[in-house]
Nanobody, 127 residues
Framework: QVQLVDAGGGLVQAGGSLRLSCEAS????????MGWFRQAPGKEREFVAA????????FYSNSVHGRFTISRDNAKNTVYLHMNSLEPEDTAVYYC????????????????????WGQGTQVTISS
């Protein structure tokens, strides 16, 4: 059974930092491209960051570029989202997602691309 467990969310003040994690079981994340998405109340789920299988290629939404970093630790079968300079607009439930692919370099950015999803972790930024 494939399971992605999102963790690391919380309540922080604007300007603070958080590190989200996505630990997998039942699947080898090194065989997958990865993504992070978020969903604020009343809004659609939106793309945040993407990472290729190799880890060499990344892509970020304009709203988080320069503040967030996606990374992976294959030995721990875990993907991370490092979030700095957090803003109230970053408040949302954050989800990791995994896409099985043979490509080492391709990245994916739409929700329909992904095969597996975490349960989400709440991030709340106070002003």
């Amino acid at each position: 059974q494939v399971q992605l467990v999102d963790a690391g969310g919380g309540l922080v003040q604007a300007g603070g930092s958080l590190r989200l994690s996505c630990e997998a079981s039942g699947v080898t994340l090194s065989d997958h491209a990865m993504g992070w998405f978020r969903q604020a109340p009343g809004k659609e789920r939106e793309f945040v960051a993407a990472l290729s299988r190799s880890g060499d290629n990344t892509f970020y939404s304009n709203s988080v570029h320069g503040r967030f970093t996606i990374s992976r630790d294959n030995a721990k079968n875990t993907v991370y989202l490092h979030m700095n300079s957090l803003e109230p607009e970053d408040t949302a439930v954050y989800y990791c997602a995994a896409k099985s692919t043979v490509s080492l370099t391709r990245i994916f950015r739409t929700t329909s691309d992904f095969d597996f999803w975490g349960q989400g972790t709440q991030v709340t930024i106070s002003s």
